[in-house]
């Protein structure tokens, strides 16, 4: 009998289980929409963060996706009178005088050294920046020192290469007078000369841009377990250690996804920066498509052909973005997509 009995126990038991009870979430008893709800519902349930983001989707509209129109310049010979969509169609003609002209060999190279330094021999220096605060434990030091790297972002490029002129001016610079002091010749004109141009650049971004980009690693830094490095400690790794072996690896979805942005930027030198320190003696360096597509469009008023080298730029940064991501995805696993 007893074991009749827990034979049918177990049957009962076997039921109940076979048929799980149905409960509604949490969501759905709180009223809110479930994962699967429909855009609609969203929309109602959350129209506040909506109306917030607004804004923000009308400027990239506006700014950035709106203008896109105006690529067609790049096939047509623009005419005032007859405007955009009036002009007549040439194809890709401005494309073959580009690569035929004799300047688009100089003008490319130059293009690629000043993007090559702004994109790849700059990236690290944000990196380590960020791990050197990092180790920092007096808090307000800390924040003295991340405030103190990050103004100068703030600093328009004409400031800056008006306080370059000034540093590098011959013989009443700063850096002059130094060299004249230690017995040298203090009469050297920086910005004449061409030998100084990549390295006057090089220092200039850096310093305007290197504590702006460690915000985001220090960001990404914050956020890496901290029982990782008590681990590490427990083992008796010192502070090199626990960076290259838990901070890096940690910060390598940040390092890989950055990289990949920054690279289809490659061929974009930036204009104000490489138009402010051009000279009659570093011209032959510093000339580059985007000082071209501004000499060629609004001074020359070459519409269309100007289009055309910016069209060119956008398309190989895409090409650029787009293998990267792939090489870093298939290397690394870390992609924008």
């Known amino acids: 009998r007893d074991d009749v009995e827990s034979r049918g126990l177990g049957d009962v038991y076997k039921r109940q289980v076979k048929k799980p009870v149905k409960t509604k979430s949490l969501a759905s008893r709180k009223g809110k929409p479930s994962g699967n709800a429909s855009i609609g519902v969203r929309l109602m349930r959350y129209w506040p963060l909506y109306v917030m983001l607004l804004p923000c989707i009308v400027y990239y509209a506006l700014i950035c996706y709106v203008p896109m129109a105006g690529s067609v310049l790049a096939f047509k010979d623009y005419s005032f009178k007859k405007g955009i969509w009036g002009s007549p169609w040439v194809g890709f003609d401005y ?71 000034k540093i590098l001016a011959p013989n009443t610079g700063i850096l002059n007078q130094a060299i004249a002091a230690l017995g040298g010749d203090g009469s050297t004109f920086f910005l004449m000369d061409a030998k100084y141009f990549y390295r006057i650049l090089f220092s200039m971004d850096l310093w305007k841009n290197i504590g702006w980009d460690s ?123």
């Open 95 to 165: 494309f073959k005088t580009f690569f035929k002209s004799y300047d688009a060999g100089r003008l490319i190279r130059n293009t690629l050294a000043i993007g090559i330094i702004k994109c790849i021999l700059e990236f690290p220096f944000a990196i380590i920046l960020a791990l050197l605060l990092n180790e920092l434990r007096n808090m307000k030091f800390k924040k003295i020192s991340q405030t103190i790297t990050y103004l100068p972002h703030f600093l328009s490029s004409v400031i800056i290469v008006t306080m370059l002129q």
């Open 215 to 337: 915000i985001m690693y220090l960001a990404a830094i914050s956020s890496v377990d901290p029982t990782l490095y008590e681990a590490a400690e427990m083992d008796g790794c010192g502070k090199l250690k626990k960076m290259w072996h838990i901070t890096l690896p940690g910060i390598r979805g940040t390092i890989g996804i950055l990289f990949i942005m920054g690279i289809g930027g490659l061929l974009s030198s930036g204009v104000d920066q490489v138009w402010l320190l051009r000279t009659p003696g570093n011209m032959s360096i510093a000339d580059t498509l985007d000082i071209y597509v501004l000499r060629v469009g609004l001074q020359g008023g070459q519409f269309g052909y100007a289009t055309a080298i910016g069209l060119i730029q956008g398309l190989v940064g895409l090409v650029l973005v787009v293998a990267c991501n792939k090489i870093c995805k298939k290397m690394t696993e870390v992609s924008l997509w």
